[in-house]
């Protein structure tokens, strides 16, 4: 079935260090990928999204481009900041009806000052 | 509303008791998930809702698990007999039907705790 993999953390940063969380995952057909990110005590939230081969999410300063040749779809930030201390989720769906968000296991970022 | 609520946002229980959590999805959207995120894990799917029928059901954990929707509106997660290790974030999100491509709108969560 689909999977998504994305690397463990807790990743620890300083500020305005450069971010990169890897996803790769595996899916039949051609899935939509996003990342989602839970703030502390909150619930999850779209990051960004990505629907087809070599489309590039963005927002808030994060980007991910969807790398079919790699099944991969790696979250990047040029300089990350104390306030993006979160988990993020890695997660496909597939094409086919309503089936499911798959995510990945999340991984923990914590920014230092 | 403008969102998707969950409640209780907090529910202690003691071990073999009953408990009900309770989705409010966004107006229009016709596709509820619940699913189960365990203190330091991912999240786990449980149920899904087209409308008020559930085509799938496989995530759910044990007959001690059932769910259900009124119409296309709030949704229902029961939880018979708790268990400790049912203790959990429970969330639920909503979407339009077959717009994958735009995710889902996530609630904040019902924190259960099993005593």
């Known amino acids: 079935g689909d999977s998504v993999t994305q690397m463990e953390g807790p990743v620890t940063l300083s500020e305005e260090a450069f971010l990169t969380i890897n996803c790769t995952y595996t899916a039949t057909g051609y899935p939509s990928l996003f990342w989602y990110v839970q703030y502390p005590g909150e619930g999850l939230q779209l990051l960004l999204k990505?629907?087809?081969?070599?489309d590039k999410g963005s927002n808030k300063g994060f980007e991910a481009t969807y790398r079919k040749e790699t099944t991969s779809f790696h979250l990047e930030k040029g300089s990350v900041q104390v306030s993006d201390s979160a988990v993020y989720f890695c997660?496909?769906?597939?094409?086919?009806?309503?089936?499911?968000?798959?995510f990945g296991k999340g991984t923990r970022l914590s920014v230092i000052a | 509303g403008a969102g998707v609520s969950q409640s209780p946002s907090n529910k202690v229980t003691e071990k073999g008791k009953d408990v009900e959590l309770r989705c409010d999805p966004i107006?229009?959207?016709?596709?509820l998930y619940w699913y189960r995120q365990r203190l330091g894990q991912g999240l786990e799917f449980l149920i899904y809702?087209?409308?008020?029928?559930?085509?799938?059901k496989s995530g759910l954990p044990s007959d001690r698990f059932s769910a259900e929707r009124t119409g296309e509106s709030v949704s229902t997660l029961t939880i018979q007999r708790t268990q400790q290790e049912d203790s959990a974030v429970y969330l639920c999100?909503?979407?339009?039907?077959?717009?994958?491509?735009?995710?889902?709108?996530f609630g904040s969560g019902t924190r259960l705790t099993v005593v």
């Open positions: 809702f087209q409308g008020n029928s559930a085509p799938d």
């Open positions: 990505a629907t087809k081969a070599d």
């Open positions: 999100a909503s979407s339009y039907p077959g717009q994958q491509g735009y995710g889902y709108t």
């Open positions: 997660a496909l769906s597939g094409r086919s009806g309503n089936t499911p968000l798959v």
């Open positions: 107006s229009g959207h016709t596709a």
